[in-house]
């Protein structure tokens, strides 16, 4: 038997043993945007550091202003050829909330039946658990039957992804030499559909502003004040109703800049993927497709970028009526990047937009949640090339070049500051109800998840 079939089949005997271990990562509660789990997260660091130690991979947790890092280099990468790659998952997750609408402990995994296919529940187990043990579990087999991996792998492992990765930019600089490598892999990401594989070639990057604006210097009785008073939540109205046009076009100036018009090649690729646009809205009860005026809806979510506003408050909003003027009013905006368009540029220029619109004798602060690049790659990129071959013979069916509209801080950063590019390769499934309740993971998707990466490794070990 040849080493990748000895390799496939210790895989397929102790997947039992591998569902424990996902169950063992699912159950911490790794939540890292509230502080009451920053406990947790140090757990959940500690225990992935012992499991990479146990495999072969000497790895540490690394500290940071935030939550750690998980760093390792598998023993052996001196003596290999091929290129070396770097391994990138995250094992933060979003909180649970609301947690009443969950039929199971968010927690306490289970593998259950959903619609007549095996799933394991739980928060994280899409997204990141599930898919950064597939790589894992591809290297623990590996490990098991070879003593060795095909090629030099180097891990990195994050804790705040989901909190917009407000230590990555000062832990890549510093740790630059030790983490730039040939190329980077993350499984992140989805498939086109559960027995259809997908390379992520284009992601979508963010900016993410926080705006307050204050007025008057206490909440008011809007009948001894109306009128006179400015209410912060008109001039926020106001501000949030100015950021489009009536093509859906956002008006801040300079927004387009570095925008690309999808390649000949990429758009004609794009366009014979078996994608309904119709059904995508119908799917979530909608008919009408909102956005740019002039793209279709596989165009608006995976190459166009938006100004969304994903939540608002000021004044009263609780049950019954009060006749109030409120001091404060506030939105929380996230901006989808693609092409070149420039982060950091951008922040200056909203911020800019936002300022000249408020009243002088009012004023407006500004929270940052985190700015990052759009990520692309061209579908001939030899590596990607090894990669769509080995999930071919995986899946028995092409994997699809796709465009994605969710956003991966690290993928743009390991760009700018590692010069390094990064092949994204995922099996999370649009209906695993990522960053919602009664999320799940196949359990085809980690089954053949990780037979994939033991395919796409032996794959890049080969000329
Ligand atoms: N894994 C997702 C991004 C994703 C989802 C990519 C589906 C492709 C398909 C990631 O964990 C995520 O949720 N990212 C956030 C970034 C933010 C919290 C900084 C996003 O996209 O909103
Ligand atoms: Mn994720
Ligand atoms: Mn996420």
């Not at 990522?434 to 032996?458: A, C, M, Q, T």
Request: charged content about 25%; hydrophobic content about 40%.
């Amino acid at each position: 038997m040849s080493t990748l079939d000895a390799v496939l089949s210790h895989v397929d005997a102790n997947l039992d043993a591998s569902l424990e271990r996902m169950k063992a990562l699912v159950r911490f509660q790794s939540i890292s945007t509230d502080p009451a789990y920053q406990q947790e997260c140090q757990k959940t660091a500690e225990h992935l550091a012992k499991e990479l130690n146990d495999i072969g991979i000497e790895a540490a947790v690394r500290p940071t202003a935030g939550h750690p890092m998980v760093v390792g280099h598998a023993k052996d990468n001196e003596n290999k050829s091929g290129p070396h790659v770097l391994f990138y998952g995250h094992y933060d997750v979003q909180p649970v909330d609301p947690l009443g609408l969950w039929e199971t402990d968010p927690f306490d995994p289970q593998i259950t039946e959903r619609h007549g296919v095996q799933v394991m529940t739980g928060r994280g187990s899409s997204d990141d658990k599930g898919q950064l043990l597939t790589f894992m579990e591809a290297c623990r087999a590996y490990h098991a039957v070879r003593g060795t991996l095909p090629i030099a792998v180097s891990i990195l492992f994050e804790g705040e992804e989901e909190s917009g990765s407000p230590s990555l930019v000062p832990f890549l600089k510093e740790n630059k030499a030790e983490l730039s490598k040939d190329l980077a892999l993350v499984c992140d990401t989805t498939m086109f559909g559960p027995s259809s594989p997908a390379i992520t070639t284009m992601l979508r990057g963010l900016l993410g502003e926080e705006i307050v604006i204050t007025a008057a210097n206490r909440d008011l009785h809007s009948g001894m004040y109306g009128g006179p008073a400015a209410n912060p939540i008109k001039i926020l109205a106001n501000i949030l109703a100015d950021l489009h046009d009536d093509q859906g076009r956002v008006t801040i100036p300079g927004f387009y800049d570095g925008v690309e018009e999808l390649s000949a090649e990429v758009k004609a690729q794009w366009d014979a993927l078996p994608f309904d646009g119709a059904a995508f809205l119908a799917d979530i009860g909608l008919s009408l497709p909102a956005g740019e005026a002039g793209y279709s809806v596989y165009e608006l979510v995976n190459a166009r970028p938006t100004c969304e506003f994903n939540g608002i408050t000021g004044g009263y909003s609780g049950d019954g009526f009060k006749t109030v003027i409120a001091s404060k009013a506030s939105a929380k905006i996230s901006c989808r990047l693609v092409g070149k368009q420039e982060p950091l540029k951008l922040r200056a220029a909203f911020r800019t937009f936002v300022r000249d619109r408020v009243p002088n004798d009012c004023s407006v602060d500004f929270i940052d949640h985190g700015a990052s690049p759009a990520h692309s790659l061209s579908p001939d990129y030899p590596p990607l090339q090894k990669g769509a071959q080995a999930l071919k013979e995986e899946w028995k069916q092409e994997a699809l070049m796709m465009g994605m509209g969710g956003s991966i801080p690290i993928v743009g950063e390991f760009k700018d500051i590692l010069d390094m590019d990064s092949m994204l390769i995922g099996f999370g499934l649009d209906d695993d109800n990522i960053h919602s309740p009664n999320e799940k993971y196949n359990i085809g998707s980690y089954h053949k998840g990780i037979r994939s990466w033991v395919r796409v490794l032996d794959a890049l070990s080969r000329d």
